[in-house]
């Protein structure tokens, strides 16, 4: 049974889309998710599942979107896909918690980084359905502007990392 990572956007962040990770743990057994852990409060959980990967991201972002009154947006990547983002990630001279990885719903049109406006040096690199950012002073306070980060959510590469070890542990 495979190994899957959910990504929940706008959970526990600004105070918006509170959620406890309880709660999350239970709506995944109640979707019959096995082996379900969470991590972090920012909305990462861990679990086995026979079903396809699109077919479980939308089965949980409807099932939260029951629970919180709105979908929330819900990214999920296999494990093999999570540490192929972890071991692929540029910029390799980046601090990895100002290495962020959007995670986004469907790849990014070839286009998406034209538009962006990137006043602090920040660099932005297109990989399928992640864009990975490097925000050389942090990203709270950044005004990098990119249009195509919107549907998605981020992880910086410490917490990608961790996931992706994550994983591999359950996959013993």
């Excluded at 049974?1 to 406890?20: C, D, K």
């Excluded at 983002?85 to 980046?94: G, N, S």
């Excluded at 006043?119 to 990989?127: C, H, M, N, T, V």
Aim: charged share 25%.
């Amino acid at each position: 049974m495979p190994v899957y990572i959910a990504l929940l956007r706008a959970v526990n962040v600004g105070g918006t889309g509170s959620l406890s990770m309880a709660e999350l743990k239970e709506v995944c057994e109640g979707l019959g998710f096995n082996n379900v852990k969470t991590y972090i409060q920012s909305g990462n959980v861990l679990f086995r599942s026979n079903e396809k990967g699109k077919a479980v991201e939308e089965k949980l972002d409807e099932a939260l979107g029951k629970k919180m009154g709105k979908p929330p947006g819900v990214m999920v990547r296999s494990r093999k896909e999570l540490e192929a983002i972890a071991a692929e990630a540029p910029f390799p001279d980046a601090k990895p918690s100002f290495l962020l990885v959007y995670f986004l719903p469907e790849a990014a049109r070839r286009d998406a980084l034209e538009k962006m406006v990137a006043p602090d040096g920040e660099k932005a690199q297109l990989a399928g359905r992640e864009i990975y950012v490097h925000y050389p002073n942090g990203s709270g306070r950044s005004k990098l502007k990119l249009p195509a980060l919107k549907p998605g959510t981020s992880r910086n590469l410490n917490t990608v990392r961790k996931l992706a070890e994550l994983a591999a542990e359950m996959d013993g």
